[in-house]
């Protein structure tokens, strides 16, 4: 028996036993395929395989009751136009679209609140303003502050 041939058949055996588990294995997951697409055919509908998410009553963990987060639902589409002639977004405070509800309180708090500009007020009953940019601009809050 020549070395080469005894070199080969030690690899060999080696291989064998190393790739024999690995074998076995890939069988059985072979075998379990099977079952699977046979229940799948028996059922009439095709089974979704690999990760997803569990089905709801199934998750497990802490029930989501209690405290929720964000906006409660329902108050997102109040259905009331903003309070800003030719604005034509929807509500979202004191009458106001996000928008303009932020220039209402900008102009509150620099004491430049036009007489019309009042808390919930009607719809497409306020004139915007136009308020002056840059120079023009830190003049007018300059002298709104006093
Ligand atoms: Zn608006």
Redesign the pocket.
Known sequence: MSVDKMLRDMVADEVARAIGPLNAAVAQLQANGQVIARLAAALGQPLKRGPGRPPKALSLGAPTTGKRRGRPPGRKASGRA?A?KG?G?QMRSKG??A??YQKFRMLERTNRLPADWVADAAPNSVKNIKLPRGRAGAKALAAARG
Request: aromatic share 12%.
């Open positions: 903003c800003v604005c977004k106001y679209c928008a303009h």
